[in-house]
Each structure stands twice: as C-alpha cells, then as structure tokens.
C-alpha cells in the first residue's frame, strides 16, 4: 500500500470516529431535550383546564388587574398592542405565566405554548377592558 493510500484509509478512520462522537453527542443532547420538556410540560399543565374569562373575572372580582406576560427576552404582553405595552404595564401592571419561555424542546410543549398564548390574550383583553 502506498503512503498515500495509507493516509486516505487513516483519515476515513478519524472521520467515521469523528462523526460517532457526534451521533453519541446528539443522542446525550436528545435525552437531556426530552428531560427538559418533560418538565416545561409539568410547568404548563395548568393550561389543559385553563379558562380565561372565568380566570379573569375572579382576579378582577378581587381587584387583580395584572395582565399575563409570557417571559422571553422581552415579556410578552399577548393581546396588547405592542405599542402599548409600556402604557399598560404601568397602568395594569404584570404577572408572568408559569411554564412561559422561549425556549421549545419538542411539538408537544409547543403545542401547550400556543394555548398558554392563546389562554393570556384572552384574559389581558378581559382585563385591559376593566383596567384602562
């Protein structure tokens, strides 16, 4: 075998180590994903049974009248124009969801997410309405 040979066959080797490694480290990241999103959806469980108007005339009723934020790297005030989110987190003030974040681990929390979302603009519109 010529010395070109040889390292061709010696480079193949260390790519094929190479990309082992990398299978094992996607399968280390893939178990600690399905971990975090085991609790991010214990964290948002809440959501299944979550009726917003309900939920908003009982705080209201105790004179609670924070909107729900969903915590990223700005709060999020769903169902509040953007441009007022200043206006009315002064005004209302501000509660954070629990199980909110940016960060999706898998289909099923993202599922949870978008009711989570849906959930909180239902409510701040309840609210904002008894708040301005």
């Known amino acids: 075998m010529t010395h070109t040979g040889r390292n061709i066959i010696i ?12 299978n094992q480290e996607d399968a280390v990241s893939d178990q600690g994903n399905a971990k975090k999103e085991a ?5 948002l469980a809440w959501v299944e049974d979550a009726r917003p108007e309900a939920d908003a ?14 915590a990223s790297r700005v ?5 509040v124009p953007s441009d007022q989110y200043a206006t009315y987190t002064a005004r209302c003030g501000v ?6 974040g940016d960060q999706v681990y898998g289909a099923r929390q993202l599922e949870r997410m ?15 309405d008894a708040c301005r």
Request: net charge positive; aromatic share 8%.
């Open 11 to 22: 480079s193949c080797l260390a790519g094929m180590g190479f990309l082992s490694a990398c």
């Open 95 to 100: 509660k954070l969801l629990r199980g909110s």
């Open 75 to 79: 709060t999020v005030l769903p169902g």
């Open 39 to 43: 609790r991010s959806m214990e964290a």
């Open 57 to 70: 005339k009982a705080a209201l009723a105790r004179g609670d009248t924070r909107l729900f934020g969903i």
């Open 114 to 128: 978008e009711k989570m979302t849906a959930y909180a603009k239902r409510y701040n519109r309840i609210v904002m």
